[in-house]
Structures are given as C-alpha cells and as structure tokens.
Nanobody, 122 residues
Framework: QVQLVESGGGLVQPGGSLTLSCAAS????????MAWYRQAHGKQRDLVAP???????RYADSVWGRFAISRDNAKNTVDLLMTSLKPEDSDVYYC????????????????WGQGTQVTVSS
C-alpha cells in the first residue's frame, strides 16, 4: 500500500503565502516525477508544477515567478511554496507521485493525494 498525505492548505489573504507539503509512505521502491495539480469544482485538474527525480522543474504560466516546487528524496516529500497569492489561485490542490512499488516493476504508477483546499480571500 502507498499513501500520500497532504498538508498546508487553508485560508490566506491576497498577497499572502502558503506552503503545501505532500509525504509519500508505504511500499515504495523508487519515486520518479512528483507534481502538484489544482482543480476547481466542476473543472478539469490542471498541472501547476512538476519536478523530476533530478530536480528539473516547470511551472504553469499562471504561477510562474510566484510558486516554487521542491522535493526531498530522502524523505519522499514534495512541497509547493506559493507566494503573492491571488483569489484565482483558490482551488483544491493535489499532489501526484509516480513511483515503483518494487524493483521488478515495469514502469512508474501514478498516485494521488487526497487534496487540500486553498482559499485566497480578504
């Protein structure tokens, strides 16, 4: 079994900052790419920022320069530092981890966190 536990969401004023964290645990042999997505009610889940095993990052245009993704390979965690938050950043944020559960696995399987609500409002 693999578990992804997210934390750090909440209510913040416009211009404020939040850090989301996601920890993977359980039967894990190797973790590949990790990422954060977000989803508004009734809409598709959009990619916010991925990070490769080697630390290469990308960002959606809407968050470039304001958000920063990082990972700790020793702890199997991925964080998302969000600054200069805007009301349009209000969404449910999900972490995604691609991993192998055992050494003979053919490829990476995607796993999702439970989601954490971020609300930006005055």
């Amino acid at each position: 079994q693999v578990q992804l536990v997210e934390s750090g969401g909440g209510l913040v004023q416009p211009g404020g900052s939040l850090t989301l964290s996601c920890a993977a645990s359980g039967s894990i042999f190797e973790i590949g790419a990790m990422a954060w997505y977000r989803q508004a009610h009734g809409k598709q889940r959009d990619l916010v920022a991925p990070i490769t095993g080697g630390g290469i990052t990308r960002y959606a245009d809407s968050v470039w320069g304001r958000f920063a993704i990082s990972r700790d390979n020793a702890k199997n965690t991925v964080d998302l530092l969000m600054t200069s938050l805007k009301p349009e950043d209000s969404d449910v944020y999900y972490c995604n981890v691609e991993l192998k559960r055992y050494s003979g696995a053919y490829g990476y399987e995607p796993y999702w966190g439970q989601g954490t609500q971020v609300t930006v409002s005055s």
